[in-house]
């Protein structure tokens, strides 16, 4: 049965989401913002956000599970760095959603996902 069970596919195997969801969300981590399908920018949101409370929590024990599921030393050193101390007095919502439209060659429903607060990381890229 498949009572509480609540994973976007995405059309890809398990291996393949797992990868591109830390990718997106390393990506995210960096640069403050990325733009993707507005499928994937959902996964990736729900994502992101359990790794930001993880980051708030700040301990190693929590900064290994960050990395276990990301597995990029610098996306975990800027998420616990860098973005949790920006989010420690907010409750959840951390990204945002900008829906742009449909993509040129495939007619894909395309999105801007954003943190919330400018992340010093994200500043300095811009």
Do not use: Q, W
């Amino acid at each position: 049965m498949r009572h509480r069970v609540d994973t976007f596919k995405i059309g890809r195997s398990g291996a393949h989401r797992r990868a591109m969801l830390a990718n997106m969300v390393s990506s995210l981590f960096e640069h403050g913002r990325i733009e993707t399908t507005i499928v994937k920018a959902k996964a990736a949101a729900s994502f992101a956000e359990r790794l930001i409370t993880l980051g708030k929590k700040g301990e190693i024990h929590h900064r290994r599970l960050a990395f276990a599921r990301l597995r990029n030393k610098e996306a975990v050193k800027t998420l616990f760095d860098e973005i949790a101390p920006v989010y420690a007095d907010r409750n959840g919502g951390y990204t945002r959603i900008f829906k742009l439209g449909k993509r040129r060659g495939d007619a894909a429903e395309t999105c801007i996902l954003m943190l919330v607060e400018a992340a010093p990381a994200a500043e300095k890229a811009e």
